[in-house]
């Protein structure tokens, strides 16, 4: 799915499996965002080839969180490839986050992280995005704003009429509700999450939120 020209989705649509929604953003260099399960990463490469696109020439990974569903295709990329976590995930991935790969037989990526992220701006070739701390779902999850399209990448933390898991290790719902509190103040025309549906028009989005606030907690 083309959401802009140098801007695609991949989302996960079967209910048979748990997998996550792909960001890929074209541009020197290439950037994937969430990747997914290691074995589900075959959708990714084709929807990428029927754009016209080679998963192969990505440079730039960076996941929204450590859960397995979204970080576990790490694995595949070569140590050429700069993968980019916060520091808190990184943690969390070698400490509680691990309970979650072991409980389905796999275990947490052992890439080498070239970047730790922290809140501010990030500059990726001509592009920057805000990195914007919003832990709850897991410690260190982190959401992507690209303020000059109005454009959220929110992780697992916010969906459309949902939230995150804080059931799971490391899940803190107070945290989380202070953190969709703090990402409801920004201006926001694209909402791109981390499952399901992708929301446009910020009167639809201003609305989630509320009724996430509203409702959740």
Excluded at 109 to 118: G, M, R, S, V, Y
């Amino acid at each position: 799915m083309k959401l802009f020209e140098d801007f695609y989705i991949y989302p996960w649509m079967s209910f048979e499996e748990n997998n996550c929604n792909t960001i890929f953003i074209d541009g020197n260099p290439p950037v994937i965002i969430d990747p997914g399960h290691r074995h589900l990463f075959n959708h990714v490469i084709e929807g990428m080839a029927k754009d016209g696109k080679i998963a192969e020439n990505i440079k730039v990974v960076i996941v929204t969180h450590g859960h397995p569903d979204h970080i576990e295709a790490c694995e595949l990329f070569g140590q050429d490839v700069v993968k980019a976590i916060s520091f808190e995930e990184y943690k969390y991935i070698r400490g509680d986050g691990r309970e979650l790969f072991l409980a389905s037989g796999s275990e947490p990526p052992k890439n080498d992280w070239k970047i730790f992220l922290k809140e501010g701006n990030l500059k990726i070739g001509d592009k920057t995005f805000k990195i914007i701390n919003t832990p709850g779902h897991s410690p260190g999850s982190i959401c992507l704003y690209w303020e000059e399209r109005r454009l959220l990448i929110s992780g697992d933390t916010v969906f459309y009429m949902g939230v995150g898991r804080f059931d799971l290790p490391g899940g803190e719902e107070e945290r989380l509700k202070q953190s969709v509190k703090k990402l409801a103040k920004l201006d926001i025309e694209y909402l791109v999450p981390g499952h399901g549906e992708i929301l446009a028009g910020s009167r639809v989005i201003k609305k989630n939120f509320q009724v996430i606030l509203d409702e959740f907690f």
